[in-house]
């Protein structure tokens, strides 16, 4: 296998023709087409799922008492965590100095608003009256309206619009000097003036790239911690009832761990396909599924820590009901959903261990898949099976989704690749400067 | 020095358990629960090299391997606690154990197996880590988290079970990551004089990065306790945020994170050499007032000279040890 990060020996200028030349010059395959029809269709489902929602109200949705949180809280928690995975890509290696996330932390960060996007609208919707969404805020206003301060829910939401606006910041800035590179090489004057514009005057000059550099950094340094924050602030959400299962002080770093193995299963599945449609074996090569294979064995391993601690608190811990809650979540009728996420999140990814299959891609596609459906199965469990065994016997009940819960699912999902499809024809897909540095780097 | 205050503490401690058996038996448990970090987070830190490479493991490495070779101190170190079991643990205590709803874990019986199991293991992987090639890297990444995983179960019994009906399942994490900053610290303080220019910088950007996990952890195990607001969890802080244990409290807000923290975010601090080894220093005193902290509330106990003579005893044998084995082939061989 090749440990390197680039293959042969691309010149500076090769890497700027390569990557402008996907967007600008080449012809988009039959391929995007048939996705971006599919994923148009799917997001074509969601906003007459919305649309129905606003007209008949969330009585649309399976919810109801005991468990009063549904799809929209499970849907939000799993696209905030993928999102989040593709930060951590983004940030955290850029700090750490990791030499193979230059080729594909655009990608993740791409993902990662993409992601944000679909996370961000559940919260909106499941307020049953999205257009107060502005009362969570504390403004000034008349009606001795003010928000609970001691509420992890209201810091969840301040969480999310400081981090969706800090994602936004950090992934467009990270795209100056590319949009730059774009006006440059463009040809009509049509996408010259657009470029031009995007790229808010960026010459190239020392001083621009001193200032840039210094930026970029600290953007990223402050971008790390705020991931952690938005997923712990999640955590919180949970942690802070008094609901069985969700009292538990790890809660925090367990949704991390989470928000990790889906956002690194995301973007290995994003780029596997991007790898071959735009030809990128140059850039993207093998290194790159063998560091990130292993950092879905280290994620998974975190996971299985944190379900082994779930199962011992509870057993260990004083509350009856917590136990008999956890009974029925390993046992009851929901235990279908409990032994998927084991199954997908702690068992699957350990076939990661061989660096024959983290080189295999359609083993690495099916374990990232698997990590995928395994986290959105362990927010149904966290949510669903909490709530249906509640520490009154009296008022138990049961969970089951209706059409238009999977209608806005899917429509998210549609969002979520519509953006993906129409942003990567737009935008370089990898970061043409960074790029440019590495290979530079790798002669001197 | 180092080994004669090791001995003066270990010999005023022994006078203590004649005089107070009580206050010596928890003060005693207080200076092992620090210092059980020491060689298990420096063990921790030589298997996460070899996995990841890097510069500060080459820094640190001599340092480390002379903090994990002390790890059989701990055979006669866990004597005094096994003597003491009644007198430390309510679930130890014939009279008290069978109303505990946590006894079908917490018994006499299975916490010495379990102990015995996690010794084996511990020594084995330390052998591993002193006696293998450092391009060996299979044992080192299924041995962490099986490290992970026994240390979290270790820590609950010694010093989470004091209080039986306190349950916090980011505890094992919490104390993980406090007993990896701990090692890290008393690294920190030699090789901050010996290693190259630019790995000082590095290891202070892992003290750094460590700090803030300690201080994230206990800080969420905290916030949780606090808004939750139940009486068997929040008894656990109440005991610790009363009388003197205020101040220690506070005290670890403020040199255990904020101060630390302000000094290691500036880059010029990062690779000053005094002020690297001073702040490590200062983070190992403070893992010291943790561990009494975190262990006499639960005796009713306040820090006297019996305690005091616990902690000079217990890490004075330990640095007395690891200065030794340092000077050795078995720490040299391959550093």
């Known amino acids: 296998m090749s440990d390197d990060v680039v293959l042969g020996h691309p010149t500076p200028a090769a890497v700027t023709d390569r990557i402008c030349g996907i967007v600008l010059h080449e012809r988009v395959g039959l391929w995007w087409w048939i996705a971006l029809a599919a994923s148009s269709a799917l997001l074509g489902l969601g906003v007459v799922s919305v649309g129905w929602l606003f007209w008949k109200g969330v009585g649309v949705w399976g919810i109801d008492w005991p468990v009063v949180w549904g799809f929209a809280i499970i849907n939000y928690v799993w696209w905030i965590a993928i999102a989040s995975g593709g930060t951590f890509i983004s940030a955290l290696f850029f700090l750490v100095r990791v030499d193979w996330r230059t080729s594909i932390n655009r990608i993740a960060e791409t993902m990662m608003l993409c992601a944000a996007a679909s996370a961000g609208i559940y919260p909106i919707l499941h307020l049953g009256r999205p257009w107060f969404f502005y009362w969570l805020f504390p403004y000034p206003n008349t009606m001795t309206l003010w928000p609970q301060f001691r509420s992890p829910l209201l810091w969840d939401f301040m969480a999310l619009l400081t981090y969706v606006v800090a994602s936004v910041l950090f992934w467009y800035f990270g795209l100056l000097p590319d949009l730059a590179a774009m006006r440059d090489r463009a040809r009509g004057r049509g996408a010259q003036m657009f470029y031009g514009v995007l790229a808010f005057g960026f010459r190239g000059t020392g001083g621009q790239w001193r200032h840039y550099k210094a930026a970029y950094g600290i953007m990223a340094a402050l971008m790390a911690p705020l991931v952690v924050s938005v997923h712990s602030v999640v955590g919180l959400d949970f942690a802070g009832g008094e609901t069985t299962g969700w009292h538990s002080t790890q809660f925090p770093p367990f949704f991390v761990f989470g928000a990790l193995l889906s956002g690194f299963a995301t973007v290995i599945l994003l780029v596997i396909p991007m790898r071959h449609y735009f030809s990128l074996q140059t850039y993207i090569t093998e290194r790159h599924f063998d560091a990130l294979g292993k950092l879905m064995v280290v994620s998974s391993l975190c996971m299985a820590y944190a379900y082994i601690m779930d199962v011992f608190t509870t057993f260990y811990g004083p509350d009856p009901a917590d136990k008999t809650m956890f009974v029925a979540r390993m046992f009851g009728r929901y235990a279908f959903v409990y032994w998927s996420t084991i199954l997908f999140n702690v068992l699957l990814p350990q076939l990661l261990w061989v660096r024959r299959l983290r080189l295999n891609q359609p083993v690495l596609i099916l374990v990232c898949l698997g990590a995928i459906v395994g986290m959105w199965f362990e927010r149904v469990e966290i949510v669903v099976t909490s709530l249906h065994r509640t520490t009154l016997p009296s008022a138990w009940g049961d969970y089951w989704p209706t059409f238009w819960d999977w209608a806005l699912m899917a429509g998210t999902i549609g969002l979520f690749l519509t953006m993906f499809l129409l942003l990567i024809r737009i935008v370089p897909t990898m970061s043409i400067a960074e790029m440019r540095e590495l290979v530079r780097k790798r002669e001197a | ?335």
């Open chain 2, 1 to 335: 020095m180092a080994w004669a205050l090791g001995v003066v503490g270990v010999a005023v401690s022994g006078l203590g358990a004649f005089l107070h058996a009580r206050a010596f038996y928890f003060g005693w448990l207080a200076a092992l629960s620090v210092w059980i970090g020491w060689p298990l987070g420096s063990l921790s830190l030589l298997l996460i090299h070899r996995l990841t490479g890097g510069r500060w493991g080459d820094a640190l490495r001599p340092y480390l391997r002379a903090g994990t070779a002390t790890l059989p101190l701990l055979l006669p170190a866990i004597l005094p606690v096994l003597i003491g079991l009644p007198v430390l643990y309510a679930w130890a205590r014939p009279e008290q154990a069978p109303h505990l709803a946590n006894s079908f874990y917490l018994n006499v019986p299975f916490f010495l197996g379990r102990g015995a199991a996690y010794l084996i293991l511990w020594l084995g992987l330390a052998a591993f880590a002193l006696f293998t090639s450092p391009a060996n890297t299979r044992v080192a990444a299924i041995g962490l988290p099986l490290l992970a995983l026994t240390f979290t179960f270790a820590i609950i019994d010694l010093t989470m079970s004091l209080d039986p009906a306190f349950n916090s399942s980011v505890y094992g994490m919490l104390q993980g990551a406090g007993a990896v900053l701990f090692a890290l610290s008393l690294a920190v303080v030699p090789a901050a004089w010996t290693a190259k220019r630019d790995a000082v910088a590095d290891l202070g950007k892992l003290l750094l990065a460590l700090v803030v996990l300690w201080a994230y952890l206990d800080f969420m195990q905290f916030l949780i306790v606090w808004e939750s607001n139940l009486s068997h969890d929040a008894g656990w802080y109440q005991a610790r945020m009363s009388g003197g244990w205020a101040w220690a409290f506070t005290a670890q807000a403020a040199f255990h994170f904020a101060l630390p923290f302000g000094l290691l975010i500036v880059p010029g601090i990062q690779r000053n050499r005094a002020a690297m080894a001073a702040i490590a220093v200062l983070l190992a005193f403070m893992a010291a007032l943790r561990g009494w902290w975190t262990v006499l509330p639960a005796g009713q106990r306040p820090v006297g000279w019996i305690e005091l003579a616990c902690m000079c005893g217990m890490l004075g044998c330990g640095a007395g040890l690891a200065a030794s084995l340092g000077r050795t082939q078995l720490v040299q061989r391959h550093v």
